[in-house]
């Protein structure tokens, strides 16, 4: 499995932006999909966005589709969360995540690789 570490997270007010990263500490082989999901508190991890590791397409939750937008770096092996126009609801710890399927990857059973989590919190 692949080893993931989240960065960027922080503290913001309602409309500011911020941009999360996921690095991976092996190559991107065998990898064929990546995803952000967020939990609050001890409720259960939403998905955020997906991407086809290869293809680079893209798949968004309806709540945050317009104002966030992943994309990756393959010779940085590396995945950006860019987060615009950020409201209270965004606040939540953000995880990205590796699968081995390029389909499905709106749900967790896909993955089999989770980084540490990075917090993001939107004052109101």
């Known amino acids: 499995q692949v080893q993931l570490v989240e960065s960027g997270g922080g503290l913001v007010q309602v409309g500011a932006s911020l941009r999360l990263s996921c690095a991976a500490s092996?190559?991107?082989?065998?990898?064929?999909?990546m995803g952000w999901f967020r939990q609050v508190g001890g409720k259960e991890r939403e998905f955020v966005a997906a991407?086809?590791?290869?293809?680079?397409?893209?798949s968004y939750a309806d709540s945050v589709k317009g104002r966030f937008t992943l994309s990756r770096d393959l010779a940085k092996n590396t995945a950006y969360l860019q987060m615009d126009s950020l409201r209270p609801e965004d606040t939540a710890v953000y995880s990205c995540?590796?699968?081995?399927?390029?389909?499905?990857?709106?749900?967790?059973?896909?993955?089999?690789?989770w980084g540490q989590g990075t917090q993001v919190t939107v004052s109101s």
């Open positions: 092996a190559r991107t082989f065998n990898r064929l999909g």
């Open positions: 995540a590796a699968a081995r399927r390029s389909y499905r990857l709106a749900y967790q059973d896909s993955y089999g690789s």
């Open positions: 991407i086809n590791w290869s293809a680079g397409t893209t």
